[in-house]
């Protein structure tokens, strides 16, 4: 069964930055777009960032100019990161696995800006 996991989350402060991670295995992982969704309290899901098989990057808005996505398709693993954070970014982030009807999640990682 194929699971995405995420790690790297915690708690910190507002301007501080962190990585999150999501090795992905069971799956020919460079033919995967991968992406990472977040989701704050009381709110839908959004996309944050994607990065297509060829290096390609997506971002929403809001994270233009903070967040960076890459991948090494040798470690099979995307990440993610996250520079002058805000109270705002606080959410469950999500690394998602996506090939035509395939998409594959996982479970999330807590990520809490507060001082």
């Known amino acids: 069964q194929v699971q995405p996991v995420e790690s790297g989350g915690g708690l910190v402060q507002p301007g501080g930055s962190l990585r999150l991670s999501c090795a992905a295995s069971g799956i020919i992982f460079n033919l995967y777009v991968m992406g990472w969704y977040r989701q704050a309290p009381g709110k839908q899901r959004e996309l944050v960032a994607t990065?297509?098989?060829?290096?390609?990057?997506n971002y929403t808005d809001s994270v233009k100019g903070r967040f960076a996505i890459s991948r090494d398709n040798a470690k099979k693993t995307v990440y993610l990161q996250m520079n002058s954070l805000k109270p705002e970014d606080t959410a469950v982030y999500y690394c998602?696995?996506?090939?035509?009807?395939?998409?594959?999640w996982g479970k999330g990682t807590l990520v809490t800006v507060s001082s």
């Open positions: 998602n696995a996506r090939r035509s009807v395939l998409a594959y």
């Open positions: 990065i297509t098989t060829g290096g390609s990057t």
